[in-house]
């Protein structure tokens, strides 16, 4: 029994010693391989920041630092992705050529709109006569001014048409798609469209933002004439509608009243518009002066009294 007692004992401190060293080779394992996956994910942020930090991308990137706070945002992309999804209106450009898309969100009309009245309004020589436009232009046309004096750009506007046909110089959902900004939904995203459908002559897309749902507009495109990006990956827009349930209703309501604010909430937006902003987006802009006059006459008069104080 002394015997079987020692023997045990012997046993046991052998599985005991087999038992770490096993351990031992198990944990140095698992930590080599997390060294591995730390070094391959470290290159791929490494691969990726190189890739994804072209010349396009780091020119939208200072001019969404610079607008972010005024309510824009900003994002980079070529005429050859525009070009491949647009048949109708071209980009007569290099197709490598450095472009951003622009557009504005809540704060333009609620926190911008009134210092620009305030502070601007009486110097800006802008011929455009929306009162948002004008402020949207000065405040993009000064920053790339700001930040890229020596280069030669285009900078279009929603609003820019073609002198000869009258169509938009850019479409820019497609620019914005393109971009990967916002989800540009058409009729041929939708498999089995409704009845009815095809007896009705037009029926227009529609973008939305992962961000912002349908609460932003879209203000412009600045073309870098003179640089030209070839490394610059597309990527896609997010789909937020992952149901084609859903981007028919959204593509219907947006097609039979396009003030009804339902197809902007198809997504959970960051922002939504005031109540004031939804009642002056609503309004076509040939029936706006009134609107604008009472939010220059709020915005001085606010201003008046700040200076009072």
């Not at 490394?231 to 009243?257: A, G, H, R, T, V």
């Amino acid at each position: 029994s002394r015997m079987s007692r020692s023997f045990k004992l012997s046993y046991y401190n052998e599985y005991k010693s087999y038992l770490r060293i096993n351990m031992n080779f198990w944990i140095y394992t698992a930590v080599a391989a997390q060294v591995v996956v730390a070094a391959i994910f470290v290159c791929g942020l490494l691969y990726f920041h190189f890739k994804a930090n072209t010349v396009t991308v780091k020119i939208a990137t200072q001019l969404d630092k610079h607008l972010k706070s005024y309510g824009f945002d900003v994002a980079p992309f070529i005429p050859e992705w525009y070009n491949s999804m647009s048949s109708v209106v071209k980009m007569e450009y290099h197709p490598k050529t450095a472009c951003v898309v622009i557009i504005s969100n809540a704060k333009l009309f609620d926190e911008t709109l009134p210092n620009y009245i305030k502070e601007s309004l009486k110097d800006d020589e802008n011929s455009t006569k929306d009162i948002i436009d004008k402020c949207a232009a000065f405040y993009i046309k000064n920053a790339v001014k700001e930040l890229f004096p020596e280069e030669k750009t285009d900078i279009i506007f929603d609003y820019d048409l073609q002198a000869s046909s009258r169509l938009p110089k850019i479409n820019m959902q497609t620019a914005g798609h393109a971009a990967g900004l916002a989800y540009y939904y058409q009729v041929k995203d939708i498999k089995n469209p409704p009845p009815g459908w095809e007896h009705k002559s037009k029926m227009y897309g529609c973008s939305i933002s992962p961000k912002y749902g349908g609460w932003f507009a879209y203000r412009a495109v600045v073309v870098f004439k003179d640089i030209q990006d070839d490394e610059i990956e597309y990527l896609s827009p997010y789909d937020s509608l992952d149901d084609q349930s859903k981007k028919i209703e959204l593509l219907d309501i947006f097609n039979s009243d396009w003030k009804d604010i339902r197809w902007r909430d198809a997504v959970t937006a960051l922002q939504r518009y005031s109540q004031e902003q939804i009642e002056y987006f609503n309004t076509l802009p040939t029936q706006r002066q009134d609107l604008t006059e009472s939010l220059i006459t709020s915005a001085l008069s606010d201003e008046a009294s700040r200076k009072s104080q």
